[in-house]
């Protein structure tokens, strides 16, 4: 199975995996659904693609964080003011201000802070099993991509090359990755492995069985295995 390595590189990173609303928190690493989103923009996918997606399903991806050398990793927290400045009586801005459940505007107006959560100055590797039909759209794709890409929202702009070739085995992209970890003076904190490994095992509901207004997902066990002589995982959590 052939396996794409994904460079991700960014001031600001935002993985979000059950979030809703008013708090939109963010996992310290990549998420499945936020990956296989990343390559639907870049071939211009769009809608449910259900049967495209159910072709990733049984394939694997591995995370490798890797943070810069002497750097303490650390979360961001933003604010967005929900429903401010918009005309009530304009109809089409008026159903941009929040409503109650009823349909009516809200004692005090329709304006509310929401919370936004982000990675700061992480890189991440990501080994991605490809479907052998996949490989070289994939590959043009990441190379010249459809839309734009970003990593886990639209605010979170990659600042390298994403795409950094295609491996016969996931240990050959991991230790390409390494090479380019090194060249940063980054240092690898951990990696995220899909099923059970030595480490802490835990499930994400993130595995996309259908995207457009309708999103499904399915559960995924994986398993986050800090490197050697790391000890500041804590500050991503």
Not at 123 to 131: S, T
Not at 144 to 167: A, D, M, Y
Request: proline share 5%; net charge neutral.
């Amino acid at each position: 199975m052939s396996c794409a390595l994904l460079w991700l590189e960014a001031p600001l990173q935002s993985w979000g995996a059950d979030s809703r609303f008013g708090r939109r928190s963010t996992l310290p690493f990549p998420t499945r659904s936020g990956i296989m989103g990343l390559v639907c923009c870049a071939l211009g996918k769009g809608g449910e693609q259900v049967e495209w997606l159910a072709k990733w399903g049984p394939l694997k991806q591995t995370i490798a964080a890797f943070a810069r050398k002497g750097f303490r990793p650390a979360i961001l927290r933003d604010f967005h003011m929900v429903g401010s400045g918009y005309d009530s009586k304009n109809p089409w801005q008026d159903m941009l201000i929040p409503k109650t459940s009823e349909g009516k505007r809200p004692v005090g107006g329709g304006s509310r802070i929401t919370y936004r959560y982000y990675l700061q100055d992480m890189a991440f590797a990501c080994a991605l099993e490809l479907p052998d039909d996949e490989m070289e759209s994939v590959k043009n794709g990441l190379q010249s991509p459809v839309w734009n890409i970003c990593l886990g929202r639209k605010n979170c702009v990659p600042t390298e090359q994403v795409f950094r070739g295609i491996f016969e085995k996931e240990e050959d992209a991991l230790e390409k990755a390494l090479q380019i970890a090194n060249g940063k003076d980054r240092r690898e904190m951990f990696r995220v492995k899909d099923g059970e490994h030595e480490g802490e095992t835990f499930v994400l509901n993130d595995v996309p069985l259908s995207f457009g207004l309708r999103k499904k997902y399915q559960d995924r066990q994986v398993t986050l295995v800090p490197a050697k002589n790391c000890e500041e995982i804590e500050a991503l959590e």
